[in-house]
């Protein structure tokens, strides 16, 4: 089974649209349009845009890259019992801290040296 994702117009609801940001009066925005809908914004901006003086570009900053550890649920469940024998407060599901996973990684690094 596949699923497809839609997104809508903000303003008609209509399939197809696409996120298009724009910034006024110090403020950034994003709306989702069709692309009828985008033409019309940048008709109704073009004389602004034409007058008006360059800044700069956005700045976007990229999000933090997760760490998501290469382990098999047999090695989570290893994981999770080896950090609660150590004193490591750890729920029974969910993800596991990245400072866990470094501390039994150091754990079991030393012991294999």
Same mark, same amino acid.
């Given at each position: 089974m596949s699923t497809k994702n839609l997104i809508v117009s903000d303003l008609s %609801? /209509?399939? &197809?649209a696409v996120p298009t940001s724009f910034g006024y009066a110090g403020t950034w925005y994003e709306i989702d349009l069709t692309a009828a809908e985008h033409e019309e914004l940048?008709?109704?901006?073009? !004389?602004?845009? &034409? =007058? !008006? /003086? /360059?800044? %700069?570009? =956005?700045?976007?900053?990229p999000?933090?890259? /997760?760490?998501v550890p290469d382990t098999t649920p047999v090695e989570r469940s290893a994981i999770r019992v080896w950090a609660r024998e150590n004193g490591h407060r750890l729920s029974s599901y969910g993800q596991i801290p990245n400072a866990i996973h470094s501390a039994y990684a150091a =754990?079991? !690094?030393e012991a294999a040296s």
């Open positions: %609801g /209509r399939p &197809d940048e008709r109704c901006m073009s !004389a602004y845009l &034409d =007058a !008006a /003086r /360059r800044v %700069g570009t =956005a700045v976007v900053k999000l933090p890259q /997760r760490f =754990a079991h !690094a």
